[in-house]
């Protein structure tokens, strides 16, 4: 149990006083654009954390993002719905090679459900009551979408669901080679294979994220298209044997396993 949320506005230090105190000192939960280590000095803790800003990054390793001692995960606020499917497949993996512990603040069926009378859809609920808006901060992507019966499946879930699952392909390999004794049981010659496959993976990811070409708008320079809707690096990593990576990935996953187990 947490209280909250909190966003780049905080409680009053008396709220947060007085909750601490009938609730038995619950951790809160705070999604802003920046993390905090604590309210007010230590006064109250946070549980859980999903900030747009925080997230930190190297192009050709990784920071065991995973590792993180504080549930701290990747909030994209952008509409990701409207992203390339790379971005979507991507995102998981993204945050825990970096410094995240995961992706936070991904709707489930938060899709636009306001409707003219047409029946079109044309907004969100949050929108529907302007005062409850969070501006930047609001859920702005559904992994799911609205089917005859209920939230069904879109291929936005699909995709992350993928990304996902080479994370966890990615956390078993990474897990034995920051262990000292797994990694000696797994040998020079497999850490240094990680090691190729791991800045191949990264380097193809942000490739994949590039506007590729020059021009006015933001989403031109590279340096920024990450957290922009561009089609230049989605097309050039379906032609980038995206598969054969997949599959290098998983085949040294199987074979640290094996090693790390004899």
Not at 160 to 186: H, N, S
Request: proline content about 4%.
């Amino acid at each position: 149990m947490m209280l909250g949320m909190v966003t780049d506005n905080w409680a009053y230090r008396e709220q947060v006083q007085f909750l601490k105190e009938v609730s038995g000192n619950l951790p809160w939960v705070n999604a802003g654009h920046y993390t905090r280590p604590t309210f007010y000095d230590g006064l109250a803790g946070y549980g859980y954390q999903a900030s747009f800003f925080g997230y930190q990054f190297d192009y050709l390793k990784s920071l065991y993002g995973w590792k993180g001692s504080q549930l701290v995960t990747l909030f994209e606020r952008v509409p990701l719905d409207y992203y390339p499917t790379v971005r979507w497949r991507g995102l998981a993996e993204q945050a825990i090679f970096g410094n995240m512990r995961g992706v936070g603040r991904l709707g489930g069926d938060t899709w636009s459900v306001v409707k003219d009378k047409a029946g079109k859809r044309l907004a969100r609920a949050w929108e529907r009551f302007p005062n409850a808006s969070w501006g930047y901060l609001n859920c702005n992507s559904a992994t799911l979408a609205p089917g005859p019966d209920g939230a069904v499946a879109t291929v936005r879930y699909e995709a992350l669901r993928e990304g996902l699952q080479e994370c966890e392909a990615r956390v078993a390999i990474e897990a034995a080679l920051t262990d000292p004794a797994l990694k000696a049981k797994v040998g020079d010659e497999l850490a240094k294979g990680y090691q190729d496959v791991m800045v191949e993976r990264q380097r193809a990811f942000w490739r994949s994220l590039a506007a590729m070409q020059s021009g006015p708008l933001p989403s031109h320079d590279d340096g920024h298209a990450w957290r922009s809707a561009v089609i230049s690096g989605h097309l050039w990593f379906v032609g980038s044997d995206w598969q054969g990576r997949s599959e290098k990935l998983y085949s040294l996953a199987g074979e640290v396993a094996r090693k790390a187990k004899n």
